[in-house]
């Protein structure tokens, strides 16, 4: 990505893009002497799957539909991943 010298109008445009959540504003610009990066944060899906999946892992929530769990594996004395219904259309599609 090259740096690109902007205006305080080209600023302003690139704000403005920002807030109608537009990429297009992605880059690195020159104001003065100041360099100004706009990047994406924490953007892709996997990234923001794994959050949701570790907030809920976290709750004891399942991790498909965010449902409480109350349901133990006998064999580990942890919760389970998944609900009731999500656990048991997940086995099936093993079998
Ligand atoms: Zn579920």
Do not use: W
Not at 29 to 48: A, L, M, N, P, W
């Amino acid at each position: 990505m090259s740096a690109k010298k902007v205006t305080l109008q080209d600023l302003k445009k690139i704000v403005g893009g920002l807030e109608k959540d537009s990429e297009q504003s992605i880059g690195i610009y020159f104001f003065k002497k100041y360099r100004i990066q706009i990047s994406k944060y924490k953007s892709s899906g996997t990234e923001r799957y794994m959050r949701l999946y570790k907030n809920r892992r976290a709750q004891g929530r399942c991790i498909r539909c965010g449902k409480k769990i109350i349901r133990r594996n006998p064999l580990t004395g942890t919760l389970y991943r998944l609900c009731d219904y999500h656990r048991q259309i997940t086995d099936r599609k093993k079998r």
